[in-house]
């Protein structure tokens, strides 16, 4: 089965906010970065579409034609928990440290790891594997989940993968 992850366009939020799971609106050149994605993927023949719930993932598979995506909560971005929404400078958790220096499997409080993600993940793909084996699938999502990807299915590390992030509208093509 070849998945094809990709990610949503650039979101209105100040860089070094941490918004995970917040529902966060897009900034406002979506129309064209859409449109370079759109483009991106037209030559692939999708078999099933599967989204993020959250509306950055749904707008995206909207504009490229994909309306009836399926929505899964599985393919959500982390959750910061009690993080979510504030700057990482003015967040005053102790936990903070300890996730800058284990974010793969440190909690944010009241969130959840990366690794958490993972699973979630991990989760989908299996499940989808039992009903697409020969297929191609696109999959509506976030860096965090394109980021667990690469490293559970295209044999990266965290370590490299941190230290070049897909950028917003990223299409990551996995063979599972």
């Given at each position: 089965?070849?998945?094809?992850?990709?990610?949503?366009?650039?979101?209105d939020?100040?860089?070094?906010?941490?918004?995970?799971?917040?529902?966060?609106?897009?900034?406002?050149?979506?129309?064209?970065?859409?449109?370079?994605?759109?483009?991106?993927?037209?030559?692939?023949?999708?078999?099933?579409?599967?989204?993020?719930?959250?509306s950055?993932?749904?707008?995206?598979?909207?504009?490229?034609?994909?309306?009836?995506?399926?929505?899964?909560?599985?393919?959500?971005?982390?959750?910061?928990?009690?993080?979510?929404m504030?700057?990482?400078?003015?967040?005053?958790?102790?936990?903070?440290?300890?996730?800058?220096?284990?974010?793969v499997?440190?909690?944010?409080?009241?969130?959840?790891s990366?690794?958490?993600?993972?699973?979630?993940?991990?989760?989908?793909?299996t499940?989808?594997?039992?009903?697409?084996?020969?297929?191609v699938?696109?999959?509506?999502?976030?860096?965090?989940?394109?980021?667990n990807?690469?490293?559970?299915?295209?044999?990266r590390?965290?370590?490299?993968?941190?230290?070049?992030?897909?950028p917003?509208?990223?299409?990551?093509?996995?063979?599972?």
């Open positions: 089965m070849k998945v094809i992850f990709i990610r949503h366009t650039s979101v939020v100040p860089k070094g906010i941490c918004y995970g799971q917040t529902d966060v609106p897009l900034a406002a050149s979506f129309p064209e970065e859409a449109s370079i994605v759109r483009e991106k993927i037209r030559s692939y023949r999708f078999d099933k579409i599967y989204c993020s719930p959250l950055r993932c749904v707008e995206l598979a909207h504009f490229c034609g994909y309306g009836d995506a399926v929505k899964d909560d599985r393919l959500k971005e982390m959750n910061f928990g009690e993080w979510e504030k700057a990482y400078d003015e967040i005053k958790d102790p936990k903070l440290q300890e996730w800058f220096n284990d974010y499997n440190v909690i944010p409080t009241g969130g959840e990366v690794l958490d993600q993972r699973k979630r993940l991990e989760s989908f793909i499940e989808i594997k039992g009903q697409h084996t020969d297929s699938i696109g999959v509506f999502t976030h860096g965090g989940i394109l980021i990807a690469l490293v559970a299915f295209g044999d590390i965290y370590e490299d993968v941190y230290n070049s992030i897909p917003y509208g990223a299409i990551i093509e996995i063979e599972v």
